[in-house]
């Protein structure tokens, strides 16, 4: 059975092709009934119903001068934070990651526990990071599916609590949904959704690049914990959760950093464009837009991870300020000026 391409593609998202992973995921339990009070431990996030999200820290040595939450991408796990963390915490930035249910070390992996039930992992994620660092500013920086998951949570679309943060980071968010597939595409995932929702698809065939950096590629191509076989039913999930993030550029008035990389092969660039253009005015310094002409999908991990890593910490200290890199005065490869977009 064979999916459209633009389907096919989201199972690379944040992906290295790679062998099939053969973990058997028919009986990953189901979300519990909420009932307990979400917990912050040092290794983990215990949420209210009592799922255990390991959790990994990179922490300055002194008191830290801001606090960043990554949200990582689809079949990828708080791994995807270690490039960023490290070297935000050199420059005196916390920063923290956790495995999103279904994914890495979380329960139900290879399952899609529901964007209303992964935005409620981030509010509560959120609310005990700002209790454990009251008075820092606190952003939460999505890549990918963790982008599209950050814009429905903020916005209040995903029929969660909304995460606290003092502003967010879009990190190729994943804003490509039904509206960007041809008919053929969308009949083909409703008909494997309804027919073989068990059934899981690699992408080898797409010979896609997420990134220029080659060794990293291959690390996650033998990493056991990056999932490499992805069900038609998490799928589904996926785009639903793309649909809603790019209806809900309307309503994105946060501050907000936005990144996207001009070879980026796994987000298109129409996409991307189209949620640009809906986003609502705001003052001026409320909204910052790179465009990195070498860059691809996995940013912060690509061979000049270090300069977009650089403007994200430029941003966070000065966000009205020019990004260092000059990425946010790429404005020919985008289709309005950049006061529109400012």
């Known amino acids: 059975m064979r999916l459209g391409r633009a389907v096919a593609v989201a199972l690379l998202l944040l992906a290295a092709a790679c062998a099939p992973d053969n973990t058997d995921m028919s009986s990953a339990p189901l979300t519990k009934t909420a009932s307990l009070a979400p917990l912050l431990e ?14 990994v820290s990179w922490l300055p040595p002194g008191r830290p001068k801001a606090v960043v939450l990554y949200i990582h ?22 920063a923290y990651a ?9 329960p139900e992996r290879g399952r899609w526990a529901g964007t209303q039930r ?9 609310r005990l990071l700002r209790a454990r660092h009251p008075g820092l500013p606190l ?20 029929g969660a609590e909304k995460p606290v943060q003092d502003g967010i980071i879009l990190m190729a968010p994943a804003v490509w949904g039904r509206a960007y597939l041809n008919i053929f595409e969308r009949g083909a995932l409703a008909l494997a959704y309804a027919f073989v929702p068990n059934m899981t698809f690699t992408g080898q065939s797409l010979h896609i690049m997420a990134s220029d950096n080659i060794e990293m590629l291959r690390e996650l191509a033998r990493d056991p914990l990056f999932i ?62 790179a465009w990195y002409k070498a860059g691809y999908h996995m940013l912060s991990r690509d061979l000049e991870g270090a300069t977009v ?25 985008v289709p309005d000026s950049e006061s529109r977009w400012r």
Not at 98 to 106: E, H, N, V
């Open 42 to 55: 040092s290794d983990a996030i215990v949420a209210d119903d009592g799922a255990r999200l390991p959790l």
């Open 73 to 94: 991408g689809f079949n990828d796990y708080s791994h995807g934070g270690e490039a960023p963390g490290k070297i935000l915490a050199r420059d005196g930035i916390a």
């Open 98 to 106: 956790y495995d999103q249910r279904g994914f890495g070390r979380a």
């Open 118 to 126: 992964l935005a409620q992992d981030l509010a509560e994620a959120s």
């Open 139 to 158: 952003y939460l920086l999505g890549e990918s599916m963790g982008g599209a998951l950050v814009v429905a949570a903020v916005t209040g679309v995903s």
């Open 228 to 289: 490499k076989a992805t069900r038609v039913d998490a799928i589904k999930g996926l785009v639903d959760l793309m649909d809603l993030a790019y209806a809900a550029g309307p309503l994105l008035t946060e501050k907000t950093l936005l990144l996207y990389g001009a070879h980026d092969e796994l987000i298109p660039v129409e996409p991307v464009k189209g949620f640009i253009r809906s986003l609502p005015a705001v003052p001026p310094g409320r909204r910052t837009i």
């Open 309 to 333: 890593i650089a403007d994200i910490e430029s941003w966070i200290e000065h966000p009205a300020a020019p990004l260092p890199s000059g990425a946010d005065r790429n404005v020919l490869e």
